[in-house]
């Protein structure tokens, strides 16, 4: 398995509060990748990085930022969660002409 | 823009018999890759076979083959000698080969198949 971890595996929260969800990598790989999964969506892109400090949005990132400091972390914050950010998180990596390797994923419930 | 569709939300196979996943996409770029990730109850996703649009050969691990049609922008999974361990949900992605900034590498997927294994 790629060495890709997230922090927490799993979280409830209160609408309103912030959230910070952690992806730490060991494999050095340039590209890092947030998405959520929700039931009939498949897996969305939520932002992505292609470097320290470059980051870009994806299909779906209204209400979410990230930051990436170090190569090795990618975090993503909701800085005000909502009901309608409960879902399963992913973050992934890569290298730019290589398949992406997942992390084991973020349960998060906003209640 | 580019779309990924699986049109089978789920299918059933019986342990030891072979099944096809369909996966369509729609693209006007002519190099590209498909991929087909597993999702077992677990939730890890799990990387099962890789195609690259410019080769011709349709790419094989073990079990695992895929009939790729670029011209139809078809990419089917076959899953031979079906396994109870082969129960999951199954997620077709494409990725394009071009793009500008750090976006070449971004996935578009599918909705999922979820496949049953019967013993």
């Known amino acids: 398995d790629a060495g890709i971890t997230q922090s927490p595996r799993h979280k409830v929260t209160e609408t309103g509060t912030p959230v910070t969800l952690r992806c730490h990598q060991t494999e050095n790989h340039r590209y890092m990748y947030w998405y959520r999964q929700d039931p009939g969506h498949g897996l969305r892109l939520i932002h992505y990085s292609y470097g320290v400090k470059d980051t870009d949005k994806g299909e779906v990132s209204d209400g979410y930022s990230v930051s990436r400091s170090k190569t090795e972390d990618f975090l993503l914050t909701l800085e005000s969660a909502t009901s309608s950010q409960t879902s399963v998180y992913f973050c992934a990596i890569s290298e730019l002409y290589y398949e992406q390797y997942f992390g084991p994923g973020t349960r998060l419930t906003v209640t | 823009a580019q779309t990924v569709t699986q049109s089978q939300p789920e299918m059933s196979v019986q342990e030891a018999e072979t099944v096809t996943l369909s996966c369509t996409y729609d693209?006007?770029?002519?190099?590209?890759?498909l991929f087909w990730y597993k999702q077992p109850p677990s939730r890890q996703m799990i990387l099962v076979i890789r195609q690259e649009a410019y080769k011709q050969q349709n790419a094989t691990e073990n079990r695992f083959s895929v009939n790729f049609q670029k011209a139809a922008k078809s990419f089917s999974l076959k899953i031979s000698d079906s396994q109870l361990g082969d129960a999951a949900m199954y997620f077709c992605?494409?990725?394009?080969?071009?793009?500008?900034?750090?976006?070449?590498?971004?996935?578009?997927f599918g909705k999922g198949t979820k496949l049953s294994v019967k013993p």
């Open positions: 693209t006007s770029e002519s190099d590209y890759y």
């Open positions: 992605a494409y990725r394009s080969a071009v793009g500008y900034g750090g976006s070449q590498g971004n996935l578009i």
